[in-house]
């Protein structure tokens, strides 16, 4: 299976700031990373597909990039809405797995 | 719009089974790849499985974790898609949702709201 390692596994972030969360696979997945959000209670919803095209509805302060082993979702100017976890998956090879997420949390 | 509603999750003893239930409505369901994943409290999600649509024949892959011990079928003219879980371990207990690709396969689009499996004595 191709493990996927995400980091930070926990941020304190600022209103307004700029956020970078990495994820990188343990094998080449060409473009074929995925990023979802998800809030307390609630299922995750797509953010980003194919490492930077991002989801209908998606605000454009959301960005991916990336390719290969190393990929990064990058949030500016963070708004409140935007507090939540955070997980990458890829889609290249089955069994598709998940990165263990990133909790962003207000200072 | 596209609506997935799971059911059936509950209270089930270790080595008990359970069958959860996904209504999907709003696209044409035979069109697309179907996917369960679940997700236990405070960890990542878990890819689980999915079934294939009309045009492949609707055959199923699984992940190598839940194999031989779940089930992933579909009924098509219902718009229902099901995962039967037999010889349930505490290690099962999770969120399960269904979900649906933004196009015929691929990464989740769309997701149902979950069902809590809990597998306890």
């Known amino acids: 299976d191709i493990q996927m390692t995400q980091s930070p596994a926990s941020l304190s972030v600022s209103l307004g700031e700029t956020v970078t969360i990495e994820c990188r696979a343990s094998e080449d997945i060409k473009n074929g990373l995925v990023w979802y959000q998800q809030k307390p209670g609630k299922s995750p919803q797509l953010l980003i597909y194919?490492?930077?095209r991002l989801h209908s509805g998606v605000p454009s302060r959301f960005s991916g990039s990336g390719s290969g082993t190393q990929f990064s979702l990058k949030i500016n100017s963070l708004q409140s809405e935007d507090v939540a976890s955070y997980f990458c998956?890829?889609?290249?090879?089955?069994?598709?797995?998940f990165g263990a997420g990133t909790k962003l949390e207000l200072k | 719009e596209v609506k997935l509603l799971e059911s059936g999750g509950g209270l089930v003893q270790p080595g008990g089974s359970m069958r959860l239930s996904c209504a999907a409505s709003?696209?044409?369901?035979?069109?697309?790849?179907m996917y369960w994943i679940r997700q236990p409290a405070g960890k990542a999600p878990e890819w689980l499985g999915f079934?294939?649509?009309?045009?492949?024949?609707?055959?199923?892959e699984y992940n190598l974790s839940v194999k031989g011990r779940f089930t992933i079928s579909r009924e098509k003219t219902q718009n229902m898609l099901y995962l039967q879980m037999n010889t349930l371990r505490a290690e099962d207990t999770a969120t399960y949702y269904c979900?649906?690709?933004?196009?015929?396969?691929?990464?989740?689009?769309?997701w149902g709201q979950g069902t809590l499996v809990t597998v306890s004595s």
């Open positions: 998956q890829q889609c290249d090879d089955y069994p598709y797995t």
């Open positions: 979900a649906r690709p933004l196009t015929t396969t691929g990464w989740f689009a769309y």
């Open positions: 194919a490492t930077n």
């Open positions: 709003g696209f044409t369901f035979t069109d697309f790849y």
């Open positions: 079934i294939r649509n009309k045009a492949n024949g609707y055959t199923t």
